[in-house]
């Protein structure tokens, strides 16, 4: 199974920079590059769409707790084909208004301060380096 740089970008469309060999070394017997090769194809189809799409139900799930988002009913989707510029109700789920609240909170906590990062002096002698570290941290 040796597979050269040509076909391998054909295969899992990769791209590998230069300087990188595919093939085994002229006189060596390849098989630690057959090794290495497998263990990394097997890797790549690991991470395929195939093994993704196993999880996409709970990734979708989690989206709509995080996301705000239109849930139509059969009215309000009728009405929107009539009249697309009439505005509908938006659902934002208590898990993201949730986040979004905590993230702002700790963001205007943390970083509203002048410096960010503040350093203090171990002795005497470590005063001038700290001014000189928070002016440009």
């Known amino acids: 199974m040796t597979i050269a740089r040509h076909e391998f970008t ?4 990769y791209e590998y920079e230069e300087g ?4 085994p070394v002229a006189g060596s017997s390849g098989e630690l590059h057959e090794k290495v090769l497998k263990k990394v194809l097997d890797r790549a189809d690991v991470a395929s769409e195939g093994e993704r799409s196993s999880r996409l139900a709970s990734w979708d799930a989690m989206d709509k707790k995080l996301m705000a988002y239109v849930d139509l009913t059969e ?3 009728a009405l929107k ?3 697309p510029d009439i505005p509908v109700r938006v659902v934002i789920p208590y898990t993201y208004a949730t986040m979004e609240t905590l993230l702002t909170y700790l963001m205007m906590s943390l970083l509203s301060q002048d410096p960010i990062f503040t350093f203090d ?3 005497s002698n470590d005063h001038g380096a700290v001014r000189f570290l928070q002016q440009y941290s």
């Open 81 to 83: 084909k009539k009249r």
């Open 121 to 123: 002096a171990v002795n």
């Open 20 to 23: 990188v060999q595919l093939i």
């Open 10 to 13: 054909q295969v899992k469309g």
């Open 75 to 77: 009215s309000e989707t």
